[in-house]
């Protein structure tokens, strides 16, 4: 078993919104396991049987940001493997609203002809719920075979049927044109560069093929008769 890297010793985004979405530095960007406050590389794939595969494009991708939902639960005894997946016609886009931690979050959303790396993990229904309850009522859980097939993972790696992601339901967008993530721009100087409270909120429905999930008003948890068809 290869020697895990601690995700305690990682910043929180609490701390520095302005590395918000991923504070990991290039040696973690590969396949890995988040369990327990830990990382360790996957070298090759391991049973996903059971659990539902939801891209994380924001932080949920950051095992930092992962420990510090799971923490002190079972769900963080279960394991989640995360693997870098390339994504076509969507791109990651920021929000109109700014978070309480201070960050600007991402949600997925359609660019025709884009073409962007982000994550692909897959997660137990504890996990699920847990993290289900930290995203607010204005983003859905969302997905189909059709987000599966625009997907493309490690080939040693069993394909999904069916991919799900949260979506946020407006994206922010400054002169009518959309704010976008920039892979290639610092992330510091990405948040501050978005004008939050001058900017419009361009509306982003959901693809028409796509299935919403339906979760409880209060503590957000998914309808469990949706889970079999989930999985």
């Known amino acids: 078993m290869p020697r895990p890297t601690y995700t305690r010793t990682w910043p929180p985004l609490t701390e520095v919104p302005g590395l918000y979405p991923d504070a990991r530095n290039r040696a973690n960007r590969g396949p890995q396991l988040y369990r327990a406050g830990k990382c360790f590389p996957l070298s090759r794939p391991i049973d996903t049987r059971g659990r539902v595969p939801v891209l994380a494009v924001g932080s949920n991708a950051y095992p930092r940001q992962l420990a510090d939902k799971l ?3 079972v769900a963080d005894l279960q394991g989640i493997p995360l693997v870098p997946t390339i994504l076509r016609g969507f791109d ?5 609203v700014r978070s309480r931690k201070g960050y600007v979050p991402v949600t997925l959303a359609s660019r025709p002809g884009a073409v962007c790396l982000t994550w692909l993990q897959w997660l137990t229904l504890d996990q699920l719920n847990l993290i ?14 059709s987000l599966a097939d625009a997907a493309l993972i490690p080939p040693h790696w069993r394909k999904p049927a069916v991919v799900f992601a949260w979506w946020f339901d407006a994206l922010l967008c400054c002169d009518d044109s959309v704010q ?20 419009d909120a361009c509306p982003s429905p959901i693809p028409e093929d796509w299935r919403a999930i339906s979760r409880e008003p209060a503590q957000h948890r998914l309808n469990p008769e949706f889970m079999s068809a989930l999985c």
């Open 92 to 96: 990651v886009a920021y929000c109109p």
């Open 71 to 73: 923490d002190g639960t």
């Open 132 to 145: 289900s309850a930290s995203e607010g009522s204005r983003y859905a859980l969302v997905g189909g075979e």
């Open 180 to 199: 976008w993530l920039d892979v290639f721009r610092p992330p510091g100087r990405q948040q501050s560069g978005l004008q939050i409270e001058s900017a």
